[in-house]
T-cell receptor, first 117, second 115 residues
Framework: ETGVTQTPRHLVMGMTNKKSLKCEQH?????MYWYKQSAKKPLELMFVYNFKEQTENNSVPSRFSPECPNSSHLFLHLHTLQPEDSALYLC????????????????FGPGTRLTVL | AQKITQTQPGMFVQEKEAVTLDCTYD???????LFWYKQPSSGEMIFLIY??????QNATEGRYSLNFQKARKSANLVISASQLGDSAMYFCAMREVNTGNQFYFGTGTSLTVIP
């Protein structure tokens, strides 16, 4: 496997279900990100992990719970979601999350298309 | 205020022609990076090209070039010799030195290449 992988690629869940999204990066990067992409909206940054420590949480509802057990893996645990949470969830990684490296490029996975019924 | 503005929701280009996708940005930082990504219908965001705020020359990567006009705060993407596989959404993004890991994305431009 190369680059950034995400599983599952598609997920349909009811509002009372609990599910998890998984992201794995094979690039040796130290920072990982979760984004939400809804139709006709800019990408929304949800969470950032730098060297396994969470450094950003952009006012995301508590029904989304991230987990980063090591610098290669990132999870997004979902519970009691709402229909408006239906979106494409993208994971990304970058070499290092240092704030002064404005050229640090993010590389994205293929995304998980989530539908909440 | 929007950090990144892409004013063209949809663009069409004839195969083998060049096309310019517009992007303007808003920042008070002196140090920042500008990025373009391509998103095919499969969903993956593919990194295309990067321009640093201190780079004096426009960035180029194969058929992609970035027309960087710092005073106008614009970072337009030029695709030369368009191919059918270039049909996709294109996103402009910016990272500022003072906002850590935050990437700001535009709303995207949908490009359709016509045979």
């Amino acid at each position: 496997e190369t680059g950034v992988t995400q599983t599952p690629r598609h997920l349909v869940m009811g509002m009372t279900n609990k599910k998890s999204l998984k992201c794995e990066q094979h690039l040796g990067h130290n920072a990982m990100y979760w984004y939400k992409q809804s139709a006709k909206k800019p990408l929304e940054l949800m969470f950032v992990y730098n060297f396994k420590e969470q450094t950003e949480n952009n006012s995301v509802p508590s029904r989304f719970s991230p987990e980063c057990p090591n610098s290669s893996h990132l999870f997004l645990h979902l519970h009691t979601l709402q229909p408006e949470d239906s979106a494409l969830y993208l994971c990304a990684s970058s070499q290092e999350g240092a704030g002064d490296d404005w050229g640090d490029t993010q590389y994205f996975g293929p995304g998980t298309r989530l539908t909440v019924l | 205020a929007q950090k990144i503005t892409q004013t063209q929701p949809g663009m069409f280009v004839q195969e083998k022609e060049a096309v310019t996708l517009d992007c303007t940005y808003d920042t008070s930082d002196q140090s920042y990076g500008l990025f373009w990504y391509k998103q095919p219908s499969s969903g993956e965001m593919i990194f295309l090209i990067y321009q640093g705020s201190y780079d004096e020359q426009n960035a180029t990567e194969g058929r992609y070039s970035l027309n960087f006009q710092k005073a106008r705060k614009s970072a337009n993407l030029v695709i030369s010799a368009s191919q059918l596989g270039d049909s996709a959404m294109y996103f402009c993004a910016m990272r500022e030195v003072n906002t850590g890991n935050q990437f700001y994305f535009g709303t995207g431009t949908s490009l359709t290449v016509i045979p």
